[in-house]
């Protein structure tokens, strides 16, 4: 299959590939390192395909072979990174993670090279991460004497537990891909040269299966996150509901006894 032209947002590419939305950060002389611009168009970006009912799996990479993210673009610390500067710029960031932290659809970062810092907070932000064996971590947050905001230390403990959380920022030490499996942060590692292949495979199959159900699950994921009296249980109930009241519901069941593939329409 011939990837489709990207359009080109800044240094952010975004593309359709069949029921699969690409999300590429793509500033490679800079290891991909996320610039105000970047951080300011990727809300919008996330949206469209979150609007788009055709979109049933959303990929979250970086342009070249070396890095995923490297993070923050260090050459704007000067001019965006101090004073009120530092408020808008925040404020793009935030709106940046949130986009993918709180997308309506599965996210899946597919990692290679340098995934550090915002990249590292962007891979978190995702559902599901797959890396190659050349992937390097790292939170350098102590070693720029910048603060990390508590939603964001909070994720860490919840994909990798309070005590790796607490040694990432202590030591702001760099960690490879398997020591990344081990701790839980990846799902798994294959290959260099198998990432991109692997992650299609993957991605393609989540995307054959019944839009409504991915929505449900991903609904229970998103209010798992809250404080239980903030959760919003009614409506996890009333998409679960609206599953098997589907047609694809009943296209399931056929397609399991006439022993074939599905073919849902997401209603």
């Known amino acids: ?30 290891f991909n390192a996320m610039s105000y611009d970047m951080w300011a168009a990727l809300p919008q970006v996330m949206q469209d395909f979150v609007d788009d009912a055709d979109i049933r799996v959303i990929v979250l ?10 993070g923050a673009d260090i050459s704007q610390f000067d001019t965006m990174r101090t004073g009120d500067a530092n408020i808008v710029y925040s404020q793009a960031s935030e709106a940046g993670y949130a986009a993918v932290l709180d997308c309506p659809k599965p996210t899946v970062a597919q990692i290679q090279g340098i995934c550090m810092g ?3 907070g962007l891979a ?4 599901v991460r797959v890396c190659a064996s050349n992937a390097k971590f790292r939170m350098p947050a102590g070693r720029l004497g910048l603060g990390y905001a508590f939603d964001g ?14 040694d990432l920022f202590f030591s702001a030490r760099i960690f490879d891909a398997q020591e990344a499996l081990a701790m839980g942060l990846v799902k798994q590692v294959v290959a260099h040269e198998a990432l991109s ?27 798992l996150r809250k404080n239980p009296e903030h959760r919003d249980m009614a409506l996890v109930q009333a998409m679960v509901a609206a599953c098997f009241a589907s047609q694809d519901y009943q296209e399931g069941r056929q397609a399991f006894a006439a022993k074939r593939a599905p073919v849902f329409k997401g209603h």
């Open 1 to 30: 299959m011939s990837t489709p032209e990207p359009q080109l947002v800044g240094t952010l590419e975004h593309f359709k590939q069949g029921h699969v939305g690409h999300v590429v950060f793509n500033n490679p002389k800079k």
């Open 61 to 70: 990479s970086g342009a070249g072979d070396k890095a995923f993210v490297s």
């Open 118 to 120: 915002g990249g590292l």
């Open 124 to 127: 978190l932000n995702c559902d």
């Open 153 to 166: 230390v909070k994720r860490f403990t919840e994909v990798v537990g309070v005590s790796h959380t607490a």
């Open 197 to 223: 292949q692997t992650v299609d495979d993957y991605v393609q199959n989540v995307s054959q299966n019944a839009p409504l159900t991915l929505a449900a699950a991903k609904r229970a994921l998103l209010e």
